[in-house]
T-cell receptor, first 114, second 115 residues
């Protein structure tokens, strides 16, 4: 069964450093997302991406965050200057349909900012 | 603003009993309501979903009901088993947010099924 894959599974970084989290969505999916889950809390929407541009972003997704689809398969989330409060599990997701289609999540990338 | 409330935050049942988790949502335009199961350290996995044109949906031991008038939906698990132990999240698709899957999640329910 096809699945969304994410790397790295865990990254530890110093405050102020740049981090790039990578995702390979399911191959025939066209809609991509990043969600965040702080330990013990709920899953929060960050951004959605379609046709090589951001379609929607939340208030969490400030200027420190950016997303990119550098080639035909990868979808990346960059945090320019990490803060302690960026420590969380970041989930990439993709869907085939645009509206109310099933969302498939990756295994997540755990980011620890020291 | 957009909000999904979920109750209870923790639920402990004996194996074989039923478990019910309830959610309410604020955006009356929401029309898609998935439920996710998340085991410790794992990704959320879709277990069942319901759309606003349906009042109830069942899949083996799992069922979901939706009351659009009251803006609430519930997950029902019958004949619970220890492997049902996990955190369950409800979610609501936010109305028409540009047509993309902006799901608003509830805070989660930690279900423990005791043998």
């Amino acid at each position: 069964e096809p699945e969304v894959t994410q790397t790295p599974s865990h990254q530890v970084t110093q405050m102020g450093q740049e981090v790039i989290l990578r995702c390979v969505p399911i191959s025939n999916h066209l809609y991509f997302y990043w969600y965040r889950q702080i330990l013990g809390q709920k899953v929060e929407f960050l951004v959605s991406f379609y046709n090589n541009e951001i379609s929607e972003k939340s208030e969490i997704f400030d200027d420190q965050f950016s997303v990119e689809r550098p080639d035909g398969s990868n979808f990346t989330l960059k945090i320019r200057s990490t803060k302690l409060e960026d420590s969380a599990m970041y989930f990439c997701a993709s869907s085939e349909a645009s509206f109310s289609g099933e969302l498939f999540f990756g295994e997540g990338s755990r980011l620890t900012v020291l | 603003g957009e909000n999904v409330e979920q109750h209870p935050s923790t639920l402990s049942v004996q194996e074989g009993d039923s478990a019910v988790i309830k959610c309410t949502y604020s955006d009356s335009a929401s029309n898609y309501f998935p439920w996710y199961k998340q085991e410790l350290g794992k990704r959320p996995q879709l277990i069942i979903d319901i759309r606003s044109n349906v009042g109830e949906k069942k899949d083996q031991r799992i069922a979901v009901t939706l009351n659009k008038t009251a803006k609430h939906f519930s997950l029902h698990i019958t004949e619970t088993q220890p492997e049902d132990s996990a955190v369950y999240f409800c979610a609501a698709h936010l109305g028409f947010s540009g047509g993309y899957n902006k799901l608003i999640f509830g805070a989660g329910t930690r279900l423990a099924v005791h043998p």
